[in-house]
């Protein structure tokens, strides 16, 4: 009987504080200017939903969900998962994934759109609005922001099939005027930290450096001073690295704890065979999880950033596979190049070379080495 009691109570209390009819409006300040921006861009596309009611609230959502839309209610209801929102809150592209996650809830609730888990030519997803299981168990991740963000938002009002010419871009770089500022195959020397202790060693082997982690502990191995990254930029190594399947590792720049300066540090990282996680230390996961069939699985691949015109282009073994662009929010700072490596894990460099664009900046820095704890955010795999 008290449960039954309790049963009612709670019937009488959900029932008295969610009265909402056809016009009820409900969105938290939080929400508001992403609703108010949708509004804003549907208008553009022919659309109003001024006149519409909305409730969008906090939940704890199981999971990994991020967010739900009961599309099929009138008002139709979203909730947001809280620790989704204090994560993506505690990053350096907060207002451009908040968007991208209420702008995907309003596709399901004002447009009627369903997942749609089509890639273009470059990896990227066709639209905002992928999401379910994904093929080859991808992030859903958007690089909703910089050059994509209006595609985005047009696909997303009128679903249009045009490809986007940044999808199919293939960049020519001939002719540029850069010069050599490190070269290094690891035959004697080593422009990365050489030593050991309780948590890491490193050391030259067989022609390659190598840097194992002794812990679960992640690190950044670092040469800080070389490389002046407000210039434009050319680096490529061979590496490999024994890791579990969930870890991910590669090639850093930009800067990490660089005096001042905000900790920014740009990365190309592989995970597992076949994937490659691209992105910035700051930001909520990579911008991107790609899914490629040129790594050689186990084996060396070489991996190349190209800073140019604030654009960064990648490259998986001389072949472009992905560029993006830097801003004032994302931008590049700083003068560190290195490794991230995984715990228990072992990371061998065939050799590096970074050349940087002779009429920039020469002043440099004196180099130092560094290895750092590594501290970037933990890669959810976030569903929408
Ligand atoms: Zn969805």
């Not at 140019?308 to 472009?320: A, E, K, R």
Request: contains cysteine; aromatic residues 14%; hydrophobic residues 35%.
């Amino acid at each position: 009987m008290r449960n039954a009691f309790f049963f009612v109570l709670v019937i009488i209390l959900f029932s008295s504080c969610e009265e909402w009819n056809i016009k009820t409006y409900n969105v938290p300040s939080e929400f508001q200017p992403y609703v108010d921006k949708f509004k804003t861009d549907a208008k553009k596309y022919g659309y109003n939903f001024d006149d519409k009611g909305l409730i969008v609230r906090f939940a704890d959502l199981d999971n990994n969900i991020a967010g739900l839309a009961y599309y099929k209610r009138n008002p139709i209801l979203i909730e947001i998962d809280r620790e989704y929102w204090a994560s993506a809150s505690n990053t350096k592209n907060a207002h451009d994934i908040k968007e991208n996650l209420l702008f995907h809830e309003l596709g399901h609730g004002f447009l009627q759109r369903m997942h749609d888990n089509t890639v273009l030519a470059n990896g990227d997803w066709k639209t905002i609005m992928c999401g379910d299981k994904l093929p080859n168990d991808r992030a859903s991740n958007i690089n909703y922001r910089g050059f994509r963000k209006a595609y985005y938002i047009e696909e997303l009002f009128t679903r249009t099939n045009d490809t986007p010419a940044w999808s199919t871009l293939i960049p020519q770089f001939d002719n540029i005027d850069e010069n050599v500022i490190l070269q290094q195959d690891f035959s004697s020397g080593s422009d990365w930290t050489i030593g050991s202790n309780s948590l890491y060693e490193s050391s030259i082997e067989n022609g390659a450096y190598t840097f194992t982690t002794k812990t679960s502990q992640a690190f950044y191995v670092l040469n800080k001073g070389t490389l002046n990254t407000s210039n434009d930029f050319y680096i490529e190594v061979r590496l490999k690295a024994s890791a579990g399947l969930d870890d991910s590792f590669g090639l850093v720049c930009g800067s990490f704890n660089d005096g001042n300066t905000p900790t920014s540090l740009h990365y190309f990282y592989q995970k597992g065979n076949n994937h490659m996680y691209i992105g910035e230390s700051e930001c909520l996961g990579p911008f991107i999880d790609l899914y490629t069939e040129i790594l050689h699985p186990n084996e060396f691949n070489t991996f190349a950033i190209r800073k140019y015109n604030n654009m960064l282009y990648y490259y998986i073994n001389d072949t472009f596979i992905y560029h993006n662009d830097l801003d004032e929010i994302i931008n590049m700072y700083g003068s560190q190049i290195g490794f991230k490596i995984p715990g228990n894990s072992t990371l061998y460099v065939d050799y590096a070379e970074v050349r940087e664009n002779s009429t920039g900046l020469k002043k440099r820095n004196t180099t130092e080495l560094s290895v750092e704890k590594a501290t970037e955010k933990k890669v959810i795999h976030w569903n929408k």
